[in-house]
């Protein structure tokens, strides 16, 4: 069986690191997961600086930028996530299915309480993490294995912790109400029928009246635009790391057609879903 996800995603390890060498999949990596083994120093994420220990693990977005400041001799391991790798998934086969990948990533990415931290619910998912890890980094460093299934079921499972972990913050650190139906959109984005008013409202124990009003109030901007700007947020992100045709994403995204997705991308972003893909892949690239 070809490595095929071998291309689109690189795992690191570093032992008793003092300093890390200039890593060039930098620039064309999409998301990364670091495990902090042991160690202590700083992490500096676009010129914010923030403390490590062992058994820490941080998830950064496209555009984050890091460096380490190294205190004491420290042990990490780093999956990069290139920007090929949706790429990949939306031109081949999946056992798992393609939608699935990307709503864990769409959880990740754009989570209204994403810190670069990632802080587990329980002991138990700290070692199940680590344990992925070590599952990882062996398939990774044994060219002779046929591993691919079981690296994406292990990146899988990565990308569902991580996943659940975002939502266990927003849960813990807020009491809003607001948040709790924001939370509740993003999670529920490719269901149409769990974002209408009336699901929305009985949900949340609103009328149907007063759920809009009530958004628009705590918002700014109405129930419907938010959720049809957030779709195109998604849309945006699968124009600039996939393959996939416009009709494909419209249908996943819940549009009515590919002409339906095109005429609402020009009218909210003023260029065409073309273009955009030309410019995104083009810079993506420089």
Request: hydrophobic share 35%; charged share 20%.
């Amino acid at each position: 069986m070809p490595r095929v996800i071998f291309e689109h995603v690189v795992v690191q390890h570093f032992v008793n690191a003092t300093s890390l060498p200039f890593c060039k999949y930098t620039s064309i990596r999409f998301f990364e997961i670091l495990l902090i083994e042991k160690g202590s120093g700083l992490l500096k994420i676009n010129n914010h600086y923030v403390p490590y220990s062992e058994n820490q693990i941080f998830v950064l977005i496209p555009n984050d930028k890091y460096t380490f400041e190294i205190e004491t001799p420290t042990t990490i391991s780093a999956i990069k996530f290139l920007n090929s790798f949706f790429a990949e998934l939306s031109s081949n086969s999946d056992q798992l299915p393609r939608k699935d990948w990307f709503k864990k990533i769409e959880e990740i990415l754009y989570s209204t309480s994403r810190t670069a931290h990632l802080q587990l619910q329980s002991d138990a998912e700290e070692s199940s993490m680590r344990s992925l890890f070590t599952v990882l980094c062996n398939e990774y460093s044994d060219k002779s294995l046929n591993s691919e299934v079981v690296l994406k079921a292990t990146l899988h499972a990565m990308l569902n912790i991580v996943s659940r972990n975002m939502s266990y913050i927003s849960a813990k650190g807020t009491e809003s109400k607001i948040q709790d139906i924001i939370d509740y959109i993003h999670h529920h984005i490719h269901d149409a029928e769990k974002l209408s008013r009336k699901t929305l409202a009985s949900t949340f124990y609103f009328s149907e009246n007063y759920i809009s009003e009530f958004f628009k109030r705590e918002m700014g901007i109405s129930l419907k635009k938010y959720i049809l700007n957030y779709k195109l947020k998604l849309v945006e992100t699968r124009l600039k790391y996939t393959n996939l045709t416009v009709s494909e994403i419209a249908h996943e995204l819940g549009f009515t057609d590919s002409s339906h997705l095109a005429k609402t991308f020009q009218a909210y972003k003023g260029m065409s879903v073309g273009n955009y893909r030309a410019s995104a892949q083009n810079t993506d690239h420089s």
